[in-house]
């Protein structure tokens, strides 16, 4: 995005193209990367309405926060099991497989 006096353009230097007054602000790459254009669904989102609902800064950010909140869930059930089998594995280290079979079957007969 390029602004002139005031006015954006979107596009390629060698090809702008004016703001429509009725679109999202927000650029978008076009396929394959070799430019941006403006994003083409209506405004009505995010600070003064220039954004559309998919390019609103604040649902942007709490969609990112919700994001980052599940992969810290995710995150920790894992470190949790990781700690769980390292702790298992120091545990049951100075038995042989044998022992440790033995001493399932013992529990299961109680």
Known sequence: MKIV???RYYGRSYALRKEDE???INEIWETGGWGQYQCSRKRGHG???????QHD???IKIKQEAEDKEYERRRKVKEDAN???LLEREFCEPFTDNELSAGIRERKEL
């Open 47 to 53: 600070p003064d309405g220039l954004y559309c609902k």
């Open 57 to 59: 800064p604040d649902r």
């Open 5 to 7: 006096d005031g006015v």
């Open 22 to 24: 009725n679109n999202c």
């Open 83 to 85: 700690t769980r089998r």
